[in-house]
């Protein structure tokens, strides 16, 4: 069976496309567009070293430009301080004291909880919100 450049090109996309699905990223998805576009240029009639190139500028060309959009999005906060992640984010609770060195113990959803001040100043007694998490200790601020 003689295989022409086009069929080499659209296999090689479809082995990318399959690796793709499989790792969960865009990268190899836009290395099968630059192979994809390789293919295109073998059923145009181009020459190998030209096929390669259009491949390779095309497949670069959209690595470059995801990773140009990925590095301009912002980033999302840390998982203990992100409300999507920690519902517990933005809840009051009341301390009635704190101890010397800025860690507190606070009854919140039925249990008691550890919690250090996370504010700017000296921590003072009151109500607070819940401004992150780590481990199993609350970060508060002033609410």
């Known amino acids: 069976m003689d295989l022409s450049g086009a069929t080499a090109w659209w296999i090689a996309c479809g082995v990318l496309v399959a690796a793709e699905m499989c790792t969960g990223t865009f990268f190899l998805l836009m290395l099968a567009l630059g192979v994809a576009a390789g293919a295109l240029a073998a059923h145009a009639g181009v020459a190998l070293t030209a096929q390669g190139v259009v491949a390779a500028l095309v497949g670069g060309g959209a690595v470059a430009l995801l990773t140009w959009r990925r590095s301009r999005r912002?980033?999302?906060?840390?998982?203990?301080?992100?409300?999507?992640?920690?519902?517990d984010i933005g809840g009051r609770v009341h301390l009635p004291r704190w101890h010397p060195d800025g860690t507190a113990r606070v009854h919140y959803r039925g249990a008691e909880w550890d919690a250090r001040w996370a504010g700017n100043g000296a921590a003072a007694p009151g109500e607070h919100l819940i401004h992150a998490i780590e481990g199993s200790q609350l970060l508060l601020k002033r609410a």
């Not at 912002?74 to 519902?87: D, I, Q, S, T, W």
């Open 74 to 87: 912002p980033r999302e906060a840390p998982a203990g301080a992100n409300p999507a992640v920690m519902l």
